[in-house]
């Protein structure tokens, strides 16, 4: 009989554990579309955006601040990376207080 009752149990944590692992990979993370657009041309890089954008930071891969810009509030801005390299670090902070980080490449 309690060799019946631990069965049963096990198989109820078999069902529950399958029920909660097919629920998970059923329901796909939904990811927020950017209020904003990043054109390259080389090492000059433009942001768009739809709100106004507040702040911007550019920094190398060894962490090495390139670029910090605030107070912009307009809804684009222009720069131009000053060193070679292929990828760097981007934040934008708009006027709407949410700030968003990338990886960009440059050519």
């Not at 579309?33 to 054109?39: A, G, H, M, S």
């Not at 942001?47 to 060894?62: A, E, F, P, V, Y």
């Amino acid at each position: 009989m309690y060799s019946m009752m631990n069965a049963i149990r096990r198989l109820l944590a078999i069902v529950l554990l399958s029920v909660v692992v097919l629920d998970l990979q059923a329901q796909p993370f939904a990811k927020e579309t950017k209020p904003y657009k990043i054109l390259t041309s080389g090492k000059n890089i433009t942001i768009k955006s739809t709100n106004n954008i507040n702040h911007i930071m550019i920094w190398t891969n060894g962490g090495n601040r390139l670029i910090e810009q605030r107070s912009i509030n307009a809804n684009n801005y222009s720069f131009t990376i000053p060193i070679n390299g292929k990828f760097f670090f981007l934040m934008v902070g708009l006027s709407n207080g949410k700030i968003y980080t990338e990886k960009i490449g440059v050519q």
